[in-house]
């Protein structure tokens, strides 16, 4: 599911199967078109080189006509064969996690309780279980956004780590069990903020999470000046735009950003946000039609290109 700015409590979801151009095209679409604070989609591929699913989840009931109409230029009459249907809290469980594989990043292992049994003795394991909260790391942007930590780390070891747009907090209990540092995370959705908790006693890191409910840094423990120097904001590529002066406020001078929720087409308009900030790209991960930025403090530095 798409991680970052969510609906809160969703009512109703639409499905329709298609090809991954259509389904990557409709997602951009109805991402763009629609509030992402009351609807959130998503696309994916349902097995190897096969059809790609997309899912839309609606906070209230949607005006289907419209939403078949908006489609019907990408997908023409396909639109028609999507379905409406009302969502309960507990089948919005188990659509979250149903048919969900482990994922790796390195030594990280993101998975669920019926996953267990497949971790590694050196695994650095993350045990999820998404809830209501999007964000379950099988997402292109959750994966993309874990490699770029992993790799890194590879450069320096971060003190400070703030994960805007937490979800169910993999990025920050990532940070966290490999640091084991205090860790800054926090979401709009306080439904995403209590499945965080849940998920951090869940492994054992309770302690090193400051979980804070609050749109972008408008916390005291993020919207602390020059103090991070690692940060997460796995969202949407408006509020990423949006963000740019705050996360840029609160990086440290040697601060890195790790920005996803982005399509291609999307990255131009963010790397223009953020160089007028004084952040260049410094590494890109493209990953399941989503790309994942990292940006380092250095305006001097040209953009590469795209």
Same mark, same amino acid.
């Given at each position: 599911?798409?991680?970052?700015?969510? %609906?809160?409590?969703?009512t109703?979801?639409?499905?329709?199967?298609?090809d991954?151009?259509?389904? =990557?095209?409709?997602?951009?679409?109805?991402g763009?078109?629609?509030?992402p604070?009351?609807?959130?989609?998503?696309?994916?591929?349902?097995?190897?080189?096969?059809?790609?699913? &997309?899912?839309a989840?609606?906070?209230?009931?949607?005006?289907?006509?419209?939403?078949?109409?908006? &489609?019907?230029?990408i997908v023409?009459e396909?639109?028609?064969?999507?379905?409406f249907?009302?969502?309960?809290?507990?089948d919005?469980?188990?659509?979250?996690?149903?048919?969900?594989?482990p994922?790796?990043? +390195?030594?990280i292992?993101?998975?669920?309780?019926?996953?267990? $049994?497949?971790?590694?003795q050196? $695994?650095i394991a993350?045990?999820?279980?998404?809830?209501?909260?999007?964000?379950?790391?099988h997402?292109g942007?959750? &994966?993309?956004?874990?490699?770029?930590?992993?790799d890194?780390?590879?450069?320096?070891?971060?003190r400070?780590v703030?994960?805007?747009?937490?979800?169910t +907090?993999?990025?920050?209990f990532a940070?966290a069990?490999?640091l084991?540092?205090?860790?800054?995370? +926090?979401?709009?959705? %306080?439904?995403?903020?209590?499945v965080?908790?849940?998920n951090?006693?869940?492994?054992?890191i309770?302690?090193?999470?400051?979980?804070?409910?609050g749109p972008?840094?408008?916390?005291a423990?993020?919207d602390r000046?020059?103090?991070f120097?690692?940060v997460?904001?796995?969202?949407?590529a408006k509020?990423?735009?949006?963000?740019? %002066?705050?996360?840029a406020?609160?990086?440290? =001078?040697?601060?890195?950003?790790?920005?996803?929720?982005?399509l291609?087409?999307?990255? %131009?308009?963010?790397?223009?946000?953020?160089?007028?900030?004084?952040?260049?790209?410094?590494?890109?991960? $493209? &990953?399941?039609?989503?790309?994942?930025?990292v940006?380092?403090r250095?305006?001097?530095?040209?953009?590469?290109?795209?």
């Amino acid at each position: 599911m798409l991680e970052g700015l969510h %609906p809160n409590r969703p009512t109703h979801v639409f499905r329709i199967t298609t090809d991954g151009r259509s389904a =990557r095209a409709m997602t951009d679409l109805i991402g763009e078109i629609f509030d992402p604070a009351e609807t959130a989609v998503a696309s994916f591929e349902t097995e190897d080189d096969g059809p790609w699913m &997309l899912e839309a989840y609606f906070a209230s009931q949607p005006d289907e006509v419209a939403i078949r109409n908006l &489609l019907r230029p990408i997908v023409g009459e396909e639109a028609d064969k999507g379905v409406f249907l009302p969502l309960e809290q507990k089948d919005w469980v188990k659509a979250s996690l149903e048919g969900l594989k482990p994922v790796r990043a +390195g030594r990280i292992f993101v998975h669920g309780s019926h996953d267990r $049994d497949q971790r590694r003795q050196s $695994d650095i394991a993350i045990e999820i279980e998404a809830g209501l909260a999007f964000g379950t790391g099988h997402h292109g942007t959750t &994966l993309s956004c874990l490699l770029a930590f992993v790799d890194e780390l590879k450069m320096r070891t971060p003190r400070h780590v703030l994960d805007v747009g937490t979800g169910t +907090g993999i990025l920050a209990f990532a940070a966290a069990k490999i640091l084991k540092r205090p860790v800054v995370a +926090g979401d709009i959705d %306080p439904e995403a903020v209590r499945v965080a908790r849940e998920n951090a006693r869940l492994n054992g890191i309770a302690q090193w999470l400051k979980l804070y409910v609050g749109p972008g840094t408008r916390h005291a423990d993020a919207d602390r000046t020059g103090h991070f120097d690692l940060v997460f904001a796995n969202i949407l590529a408006k509020p990423l735009r949006v963000l740019a %002066p705050s996360l840029a406020r609160v990086a440290s =001078r040697d601060g890195t950003l790790i920005l996803s929720g982005l399509l291609a087409r999307d990255v %131009p308009g963010v790397l223009s946000a953020y160089a007028h900030q004084g952040f260049y790209l410094q590494r890109r991960y $493209d &990953l399941e039609g989503w790309v994942a930025l990292v940006m380092k403090r250095g305006s001097v530095r040209p953009l590469p290109r795209l």
